[in-house]
């Protein structure tokens, strides 16, 4: 009873606006109409949005943008994160300094990240003076304006970006690894590359679904870096979700769509997570 009034506040603050989405989204309504939401039941249009989202091919492209970024990034940003994390387990000088730069990135504010890159990126830019050093030619490549590489320059400042919160939680994974069974195994004469498969990748299969769940939810809320370099251009070619959400709803201000699209994603991810969470239950009976 204590604790009820608690319960009951946190139970509005997420129950209400799930409710409120619900009902916008059967409906046409937007602030344009000079009506409050709560009267959007006037532009009722029951389940037309989604139809429309079902038919909706600058959706369809806007989610399998997102999902190859998703694809790309995550596998890349762990084998990197775990890797590095690898690194970290052994004592050498100047680890501390190391430590600490590895995690700069991860402090860096998105939309600065996004900037940092987009200067980074320009025709005449750092990257493209690297590689004009490195083949020793001229080389001046419009990275953000070519639909064949716009997307990969976001990738590459979303791994730079996040790779350190992989590596974060995955050396917290290692470190938990319990010493004894590992100096057995070692007395036993197991490699390293068999302690690391039967003993240390069992004890992290919770760490791991962990870390990788937490980025796909991120991977699909990208937004900041991205409208900083590319503003989801040329044309569409870097629109993701979350940039297409933006531009319908402050662009088009079709708001009761929107909702819909927003309604969608909402219960992919949820079923996502609940599958993880299933793995990680299953990984800990395991």
Avoid: H
């Amino acid at each position: 009873m204590l604790t009820l009034p608690a319960q009951l506040l946190v139970l509005f603050i997420a129950v209400f606006p799930l409710l409120m989405q619900l009902y916008i989204s059967l409906t046409d309504w937007s602030p344009l109409d000079g009506i409050g939401w709560w009267q959007a039941y006037e532009l009722w249009n029951n389940f037309a949005n989604y139809t429309d989202l079902a038919v909706d091919s600058r959706f369809w492209d806007a989610l399998g943008r997102t999902a190859l970024v998703m694809l790309i990034c995550v596998p890349a940003e762990f084998l990197l994160g775990l890797g590095l994390a690898i690194l970290f387990m052994d004592n050498f000088a100047g680890k501390r300094v190391f430590y600490s730069i590895m995690l700069i990135p991860m402090m860096v504010v998105p939309a600065v990240a996004g900037y940092m890159f987009f200067m980074l990126f320009q025709s005449g830019g750092p990257v493209n003076d690297i590689i004009s050093t490195l083949i020793g030619r001229p080389f001046a490549l419009a990275w953000l304006s070519s639909p064949g590489t716009a997307l990969i320059a976001v990738m590459i400042a979303d791994i730079w970006q996040w790779t350190p919160l992989m590596f974060l939680i995955l050396l917290a994974g290692l470190v938990g690894v319990p010493e004894d069974q590992m100096r057995a195994a070692t007395l036993l004469g197991a490699s390293w590359s068999q302690r690391f498969r039967t003993i240390v990748m069992p004890k992290m299969k919770t760490i791991i679904i962990i870390a990788l769940s937490i980025r796909v939810i991120e991977n699909f809320k990208i937004f900041d870096t991205l409208y900083i370099m590319t503003g989801g251009g040329p044309g569409v070619a870097t629109e993701t979700i979350s940039v297409y959400i933006y531009k319908v709803t402050q662009q088009d201000l079709i708001w009761g769509y929107v909702a819909a699209i927003a309604l969608v994603i909402l219960i992919a991810l949820s079923i996502l997570v609940s599958l993880a969470i299933s793995r990680m239950n299953a990984a800990k009976e395991a």
